[in-house]
């Protein structure tokens, strides 16, 4: 179907795509859902598709911090029966909240049941690298939702390189993967809100800073250690959702100054960055890394986890470290937190994440839409 354009012929008639948002009610979100607000934020400004949000049945909307302005459609079932009913019996269809769609994307890896042709973002398969990190039920849903996937998404969109290296390796077969980087908010951060947030939150004067909920495999205790083997020791300061496997607990019981900040709002975020004297991330693995990024955009020099998705993202601009080695950790510490050479590091962060951007991440979901849909 086509619709004119002045005088100069006709465009094709906006994609409605079903666009699958069920994350934003997960008890922690995480970086699944804040990728997908900031692909529909980019996709709401198109005029080339029509994006309808679908979810389960919720009483109350998600957080403050994970509210969007797309219209959010219900269907009659809500979670955790919904990501059962959609993978066991396919149903309910999100047609029954969105009418008919062009195309369906799942943004998360529970594959939504629908008549239209399947897109499926998946950012990692860590439950299939680290099963022990994950709940029984968890990864048996995990597991369930790769099974479909593979049999139904004519498109998988992946968010680094090694998550098609992970996919290729479960038995997908590379025609029907795209790698589809994830973008990162460049926002210019004011010395007087950098000094207004350091008040606020209490934070020292120089100190690591970690972002991220506390899990496992994000090697939070680990890290923790690192630092306390500093010859000259830094507080930690740590921004993010309590989690579970008792990081926190370990992490103080550690001889250390930490600081766990809890939940921190974006706009205050951007301000932690900022004022870090060195950004930690050796996760032991991710779908993409995002905090890298956010980091690096903000000045702050990092350090991440060699030969994982997270060293893709610096692209040559973070120090790398073996994640499953601390005192490898403590020598890139060490060496992130030394002056000599950090406004070279600051530099090439900068430089790095400007090529992150989301609407390059819209753009190419875009063009997956257009080439299932054709």
Not at 198 to 213: D, Q
Request: glycine content about 6%; aromatic content about 6%.
């Amino acid at each position: 179907m086509l619709r004119p354009r002045g005088h100069h012929g006709a465009v094709p008639a906006p994609l409605r795509i079903a666009y699958t948002l069920e994350q934003l009610w997960h008890e922690v979100p995480g970086g699944t859902a804040v990728a997908a607000l900031r692909v529909a934020r980019e996709l709401v400004a198109r005029d080339d598709v029509d994006v309808i949000g679908v979810a389960g049945r919720h009483a109350r909307p998600p957080a403050p911090a994970y509210r969007t302005d797309l219209t959010v459609r219900a269907l009659p079932v809500a979670r955790p029966w919904l990501y059962q009913t959609w993978l066991r019996f396919r149903w309910p269809l999100v047609e029954a909240a969105t009418g008919p769609v062009d195309v369906c994307h799942a943004t998360g890896l529970v594959p939504a049941a629908s008549d239209a042709p399947l897109v499926v973002t998946v950012h990692d398969l860590a439950f299939r690298r680290f099963p022990e990190r994950f709940t029984r039920h968890g990864a048996r849903t995990m597991r369930r939702s790769l099974e479909v996937i593979r049999r139904r998404a004519a498109l998988v969109l992946c968010s680094s390189s090694p998550t098609v290296d992970d996919l290729l390796d479960a038995g997908f077969s590379e025609d029907r993967l795209r790698l589809v980087p994830l973008g990162v908010d460049v926002v210019d951060v004011p010395d007087a809100e950098i000094d207004r947030v350091r008040r606020e939150h209490r934070l020292p004067e120089r100190f690591v800073l970690f972002v991220g909920t506390m899990e496992p495999r994000k090697n939070l205790v680990r890290l923790a250690e690192a630092v306390a083997r500093l010859d000259d020791p830094v507080p930690l300061v740590v921004v993010g959702a309590d989690g579970w496997g008792g990081v926190e607990e370990r992490v103080t019981r550690l001889d250390l100054d930490v600081r766990f900040l809890g939940f921190v709002p974006d706009v205050d975020l951007a301000a932690c960055y900022a004022a870090a004297t060195v950004f930690a991330y050796p996760s032991e693995w991710e779908g993409f890394g995002l905090p890298v990024a956010e980091a690096m955009a903000q000045g702050a020099p990092v350090v991440t986890s060699r030969g994982t998705s997270m060293a893709e993202v610096a692209g040559g601009a973070a120090v790398l470290v073996d994640p499953t080695d601390t005192d490898d950790i403590a020598r890139g510490l060490a060496e992130a937190l030394d002056q000599r050479g950090r406004d070279a590091r600051i530099a090439a962060g900068r430089s790095r994440a400007a090529t992150l951007t989301w609407s390059a991440t819209a753009a190419a979901t875009v063009a997956a839409y257009r080439e299932v849909a054709a």
